[in-house]
């Protein structure tokens, strides 16, 4: 088959302005919520966009660990391909897509560093092998093989044991949302698109988008 004619007609809900809340962030709550309802596979994994020095995209998935009124957040190393892209340029953009739902959410905004006393309190709550791994790993760095990670991971599990320290170039960052869409797929590719953008006085917009 071509992959061109690869395609399913969606067809299991309908999203009207009548059916969402006024606070994007209560509706995404509720969208969550039946995401974990109906046991979709992971479904806190986001695709994180970010843009480097020289304007070049680049998206990766990663786990939401957290979200409220302050923004959307999730944990990582600083030094990693998006902590440079996020220094150079601190915004980007949020895609959960729930394909069990027929549903996506796309979030963009700008991005903070939490307070270190965030990143702390998470890093302690983490498995202890993924704070060894922490440790073990500098992210996006070239490294000659497996073997060689291996035996960072082995000469950090020795030198710390079960209580490995947080790395300073490790922790969390906050997407303060100014864009929200909620898209949720319909027959004959007509999809519902409900969007919500922060106007001036900072108080959030309601509108529907064609398809």
């Known amino acids: 088959m071509s992959i061109a004619h690869i395609r399913t007609d969606y ?28 046991q ?60 069990e739902l027929e549903r996506q959410v796309r979030i963009e905004g700008r991005v903070e560093q939490v307070p270190i006393e965030e990143s702390e309190r998470y ?6 092998k993924s704070r060894l791994g922490a440790l073990a790993s500098a992210q996006s760095r070239p490294i000659a093989d497996r073997a060689a990670l291996e035996t960072q991971f082995h000469h950090v599990e020795q030198k710390y044991g079960e209580q490995p320290p947080r790395p300073e170039n490790w922790g969390g960052y906050r997407l303060q949302p100014d864009y929200m869409e909620f898209w949720q797929g319909r027959r004959s590719r007509l999809h519902d698109r409900i969007t919500y953008r922060r106007n001036e006085a900072g108080l959030w917009v309601r509108q529907r988008l064609q398809p």
């Open 123 to 128: 890093f302690q709550s983490r498995p202890l």
């Open 11 to 38: 067809s299991q809900a309908s999203l009207s302005e009548a059916d969402t809340d006024a606070d994007p962030i209560a509706q995404f709550a509720k969208w969550f919520s039946e995401a974990l309802h109906a």
């Open 40 to 99: 979709v596979p992971e479904p806190n994994a986001m695709g994180v966009s970010t843009v480097g020095e020289g304007g070049r995209p680049s998206s990766r998935i990663l786990l939401i660990k957290d979200f409220d009124q302050r923004g959307f957040t999730w944990f990582t190393n600083y030094d990693s391909r998006k902590g440079e892209d996020l220094r150079a340029h601190p915004f980007a953009a949020l895609l959960f897509h729930w394909v």
